[in-house]
């Protein structure tokens, strides 16, 4: 096994000790042996390999193919492994990144998503309902999300095949079906949560830790075009489920403990589910970037959201739901208030495209400060637009 130690990581590396993500992979010598890693620089340590050589009361959790187990272990865990693997990094039991395979790192229960920038919410609000007011009465007064489908979340790297479905444009007076021509992407923040709870025992903001295991970026893929006809009054449904990509990478909570920030003011006061005026900061002070071909395109600040991600958690959950290990959540689009900061293509170019073209690859990367000068790195995001894989059918 190659040799790898600390001194190695390259000054301000991203991925140093006070990052630590969780990924799951496997090797060209054992590729039917998924199992946890963590990432440390440019290398993956093999955490499952450290902990069985170190006799780890947590090697079972880290022999698994999924972060699941380690997930539902509960905190106490998270904190316990956290610490074992600060002691395993000048250990022999690392692998260069370029030479694993990274895998969809968790089993994902229930997937939802928000819409929690204000700035994001009043300039889509604007081009789909231009004449409307630009949020609707509710969206201050509750965090609005709607279920998405689990099963086509799928890792970064993987190709995405541009859907196929209904649209109709405002001056046609029937529908048609075809390749979506508006296919656009969505950088946002993804929380993946470890310990269940179960129903009817909502989540306060205050166990919010308790329950989120780790941070990693999502690229919400959106075909606009099939929103815009589809979303009436249900909300986004097939121009959103053919395709959520996640990074390889979840990193804890924790690491984010030096990158908190108080969310923007809050034009009314809260129910008290969701007032969070008394509380540790709640935002994140995660710096996004969005490339296309290679071309930064935007940088959105995931500071500026107005809903974080405590609340929406105790928003998911006040009605009685039940909250399972896997279950994820992703933040909504992130977009500040600069014409440089917008996540979406649709606010970029003020709906007018152009979107995605096939062969076009996205890549969203992001950091927050970290203690003393650190950057806290999230595992990137990239996704490769290939062409509609089959005919309509009827034609
Ligand atoms: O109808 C609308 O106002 C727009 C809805 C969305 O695009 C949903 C969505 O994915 C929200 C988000 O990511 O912020
Ligand atoms: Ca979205
Ligand atoms: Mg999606």
Redesign the pocket.
Known sequence: MPQHHPRDLAEGDPFGPDTLPYGVFTTPDAPDRPRVGVRYGAHVLDAAAAAAAHGSAYADLLAAPTLNPLMAAGRPAWQAVRAEVRGWLDEPYFHPLEEVTLHLPFEVADYV?????EH??AN??RI??PGGEALTPNWKHLPIG?HGRAGTVVVTGTDVVRPQGQRKAPGDDLPTFGPSLRLDI?A?VGFVVGTPAPDNTPVPLSDFREHVFGVCLVN?W?SRDL?SWE?VPL??FLG?SFATSVSAWITPLDAFDASRTAPPARTYPLLPYLDDSADEPGGIDLRIEVTINGETVSRPPFSAMYWTAAQQLAHMTVNGASLRTGDFY?S??VSGPEPDQLGCLLELTRGKGPFLADGDEVTLTAWAPGANGARIGLGEVTGRITPARTAPPGA
């Open positions: 998503d928000f819409y929690a920038s994001h919410a889509v609000g789909f309902r709607y969505e946002e919400d959106s929103q979303y909300g986004p959103k992703a909504g689009t």
